[in-house]
């Protein structure tokens, strides 16, 4: 959510209300994920795979468009995409890892959980300074795909 504030004034041209909005709505989204995930469509790499497309879809969504509504139901979608891919990590952690490693792989994910977004955060500021909001925007999508096409090729490779 730390984009949020940026979006909402830089984006939507909104002040605290429109922050208010998204939060909720991507609150939302991640609970209504959470509610998805109890129904199991397919196994964790598929759904690592489609949650990780769909977030990078409705980041576009949710901090390119100049309209709110859009943006907010990017935010929904948002909140539901990243519920699942976390819910599907973990999942696929303690499934697929050996019982000796899956304390580590948990604590080495829960570190890049935790020090992800603010790492992140830091480098979009960054790159927000240097370009257009919208196109870092469109840069942290395109990461996103690239990244999941990486571990798509690690995957295969094993």
Known sequence: MSLGSAISETVLGGGVD????????????????????SIRLMDQLTSISVTMSGAAIALLLYGVSPKEAIALGGAFALGIFL??????????????????????????????LKAGPALGALVFGCVSELIDIRAAVMLSAISLLIVLRLLLRVKTSL
Not at 28 to 35: H, K, N, R, V
């Open 18 to 37: 429109t922050l208010a909005r998204l939060a909720s709505f991507l609150a939302a989204g991640g609970l209504a994920g959470g509610l998805l995930a």
């Open 83 to 112: 519920s699942l891919n976390n819910i599907a990590v973990i999942s696929a952690i303690q499934l697929g890892v050996h019982p000796e490693y899956r304390g580590r792989l948990n604590s080495l994910y829960n570190i890049l």
